[in-house]
C-alpha cells in the first residue's frame, strides 16, 4: 500500500480528509465494491492496532500476568466479569482476590503485592476501581503520617485534586486522585520516586 | 478514555515494552507536574504528553528493548491472543513506522500534529504511515487477494 489511491484511503478511515475530499471518496467507494473492500481491511486494521494497546481484554491481564506488575489500575476499563468479583471481596480478602486475580484476569500488581498489602490494607479493589485506604486515604487527605509521602495537589486530567504517594512497605508510589469522599488510585507501581 | 490510559497505551506501542512504557509515562507525569506548577493557569493539552514522552523516548538509548525473555513471553501470548499477536507485530515494525503509528492511531493525533511531533513533512508522516499499515496487514493476514 503506498499508490495515492491508498494514502487516500488511509487518510479518509484516519478521519483526516476535508467534507469535500470526503465526499469525493464515498462517492468512488460505493460504485466500486473493491474499493469498498478495501476501505473495509483499512478500517479493520485501525480498529485491532487501538483495540491491542487501547482495550483491555484477558489476553492482555494474561499478558501483564506474565510481565512486572502494571502501572495503570484506576481507569482502565475493568472487566465486567472481575467487577463482579471485586463487589463480592473485602479487604481482608486480599489474599484470596490475587489468587483469583492472577488466574481470571492477572492483575499483576494484585498478585504481587496483595498479601503485602494485608496489614493494614492501603488500598481496596471496588467496583469503582482500587481506592485509597488506611493510612494511605489519610495521608492523601492532608494528615501527617510517617510511613507514607505525599506529594503536592495538582490538578489532574479532568480536574480533580491528585496527588502522588509513596508507600515504603512494600515499595510502591503512584498517584491518587479525589473522587466523592475518597482517593481513586489512577496509578500505581514498584519502587519509590 | 481517560488521559493516562492513553497516554500509557501510546507509551507501550512507542517503547514496545512495558518496562520501558512505564519510565516513559513516569518521566512525563512529572513533566507535566512541573509544567502545572509554572503556569498553572495554562490547559495541557494531549499532544504535549504525546510530544513530551515520544521524545523522551527518542532521546534516550534503546539497548535494553524488549529483551529475549520478554520476546519470548509475548509469543507464547500471541499464541492465544489476537491483540498479543497485533502488539508483537507493532513493536516489530522499524522505529519510524511505529512511532508513525503510535501517535496516529492510539496517540489519537491529526497528521498534522504528528509530524509536528516527529518533526517531518507531513508526506513523510503519511509515507511512513502507509508502509506500517501494509507491513501490518501482510503480517495479520488482512492483506488483498492477490490481484
Known sequence: MSGLKDQALMAYVDGELDEVQRQGLEASISGDPRLAAEVERQRALRARVQDAFLGVDVSQAELSALDEPPLVLGHPPVSARLRRRARTFRPVHWAAMAACLAVGAGIGLAAAYGPALLDPPAMELTPDGLVARGALAEALAGATAEEVRVGDVAPGADGAACRTFVLPDPNLSGLACREGSGWAVRSVGAGGV | ?147
Not at chain 2, 25 to 38: D, K, N, Q
Not at chain 2, 116 to 137: H, K
Request: charged share 25%; glycine share 8%.
Open chain 2, 1 to 147: 478514555m481517560g488521559r493516562l490510559p492513553r497516554l500509557r497505551a501510546v507509551a507501550r506501542a512507542v517503547a514496545g515494552d512495558h518496562a520501558e512504557a512505564d519510565e516513559l509515562v513516569r518521566l512525563t507525569a512529572e513533566a507535566a507536574r512541573a509544567r502545572a506548577e509554572l503556569h498553572p493557569a495554562e490547559p495541557l493539552p494531549d499532544v504535549w504528553l504525546v510530544r513530551f514522552l515520544t521524545k523522551a523516548w527518542m532521546g534516550r538509548s534503546h539497548g535494553h528493548r524488549l529483551g529475549p525473555l520478554q520476546a519470548g513471553r509475548e509469543a507464547v501470548a500471541a499464541g492465544r491472543s489476537g491483540a498479543a499477536q497485533v502488539r508483537r507485530e507493532v513493536v516489530r515494525l522499524p522505529d519510524d513506522e511505529r512511532l508513525a503509528l503510535a501517535l496516529v492511531l492510539v496517540g489519537g493525533l491529526s497528521y498534522r500534529e504528528a509530524a509536528d511531533v516527529l518533526e517531518l513533512p507531513l508526506s513523510a508522516l503519511t509515507g511512513r504511515l502507509a508502509r506500517a499499515r501494509a507491513t501490518l496487514a501482510a503480517a495479520l493476514d488482512l492483506q488483498e487477494d492477490a490481484a
